[in-house]
């Protein structure tokens, strides 16, 4: 199983993009999401997660209050809305899924990951 992140690319800082997540192949359902994020020489580090159902939600400090996590079952899709885009924003996501209900901030939490998606924010 794989969790294809797409949507990514290239903005001015203060703008907007919007993180799809579907899995691959498309049978995986009733599990947990997170998105992660990597820059360049460093550790690929956690933005957001969401349970299965979507009642609990976290985000990392840094994108508290501007990204928005979500899930449509009927669709099988994760989402991730980023807002107030920042050039320290700038890196490739990933979305992840882990086999529980629940999942937090841990990337050993999950056990599902794909090829992720580039995120460039300009000044």
């Known amino acids: 199983v794989q969790l294809q992140a797409s949507g990514g690319g290239s903005v001015r800082a203060g703008g907007s993009l919007r993180l799809s997540c579907i899995p691959s192949p498309r049978t995986l359902t009733q599990y947990a999401a997170g998105w992660f994020r990597q820059e360049p020489g460093k550790e690929r580090e956690f933005v957001s997660s969401?349970?299965?159902?979507?009642?609990?939600?976290n985000y990392a400090y840094p994108v508290k209050g501007r990204f928005i996590i979500s899930r449509d079952n009927t669709k099988n899709t994760v989402y991730l809305q980023m807002n107030d885009l920042k050039p320290e924003d700038t890196a490739v996501y990933y979305c992840?899924?882990?086999?529980?209900?629940?999942?937090?901030?841990?990337?050993?939490?999950?056990?599902?990951w794909g090829q992720g998606t580039l995120v460039t924010v300009s000044s």
């Open positions: 992840a899924g882990a086999r529980t209900l629940v999942a937090g901030t841990r990337r050993t939490e999950y056990d599902y």
């Open positions: 969401i349970s299965w159902n979507g009642n609990r939600r």
